[in-house]
T-cell receptor, first 109, second 117 residues
Framework: DAKTTQPPSMDCAEGRAANLPCNHS???????VYWYRQIHSQGPQYIIH???NNETNEMASLIITEDRKSSTLILPHATLRDTAVYYC??????????FGQGTTLQVKP | EAEVAQSPRYKITEKSQAVAFWCDPI?????LYWYRQILGQGLELLVQ????????DSQLPKDRFSAERLKGVDSTLKIQPAELGDSAMYLC???????????????FGPGTRLTVL
């Protein structure tokens, strides 16, 4: 199962874009990149996923490099409610999600 | 909006006692997962069901943990006997299908916080 590497913590000013990086250099060609977030004491919440192409939804954008060895989650206008732990996950073909330590994003006023 | 239900939300027990957690996935979701999250750490998959069958229980401590999903709908996770190190959040998730990028979004329940004294 591919492993991901994320910075342990990041800060972002409210209203600015938050760019969360993730390295997944051992990803296989048929493995998807998923992003979840977990607000304190709640269950994780799905944000977005992608395979090769960049993706955008109402919550965020996902930029995947051409070699697929890294990706960036972009929250275009961060709010205080976006403060959470963000997990970058490479999903195994079995459907299994392997959660790492994630990045703690602190959005500051 | 449909949600994954879990109960109880909180459970305090003494070591060596038995505890059980219940999960009701979103209607129609064939795949169900149980995760454990120790405070301050990431999630660890304990068991994965496809309908009523276990797909992956490689990380389940089978000497004390058991999980079942008899009718392929709701599920129960049991610990007997509980140990101090079992204190954690136990999260249940469900997804529509086992594979396929478009349908494998996992929806998580609120979790059960277990404290073993």
């Amino acid at each position: 199962d591919a492993k991901t590497t994320q910075p342990p913590s990041m800060d972002c000013a409210e209203g600015r874009a938050a760019n969360l990086p993730c390295n997944h250099s051992t990803i296989s060609g048929n493995e998807y990149v998923y992003w979840y977030r977990q607000i304190h004491s709640q269950g994780p919440q799905y944000i977005i996923h992608g395979l090769k192409n960049n993706e955008t939804n109402e919550m965020a954008s996902l930029i995947i490099t051409e070699d697929r060895k890294s990706s960036t989650l972009i929250l275009p206008h961060a709010t205080l409610r976006d403060t959470a732990v963000y997990y970058c996950i490479v999903r195994a073909v079995t459907g299994k999600l392997i959660f790492g330590q994630g990045t703690t994003l602190q959005v500051k006023p | 909006e449909a949600e994954v239900a879990q109960s109880p939300r909180y459970k305090i027990t003494e070591k060596s006692q038995a505890v059980a957690f219940w999960c009701d996935p979103i209607s129609g979701h064939a795949t169900l997962y149980w995760y454990r999250q120790i405070l301050g750490q990431g999630l660890e998959l304990l068991v994965q069901f496809q309908d009523e069958s276990v797909v992956d229980d490689s990380q389940l401590p089978k000497d004390r943990f058991s999980a079942e999903r008899l009718k392929g709908v709701d599920s129960t996770l049991k610990i007997q006997p509980a140990e101090l190190g079992d204190s954690a959040m136990y999260l249940c998730a469900s997804s529509l299908a086992l594979t396929g990028g478009a349908y494998n979004e996992q929806f998580f329940g609120p979790g059960t916080r277990l404290t073993v004294l």
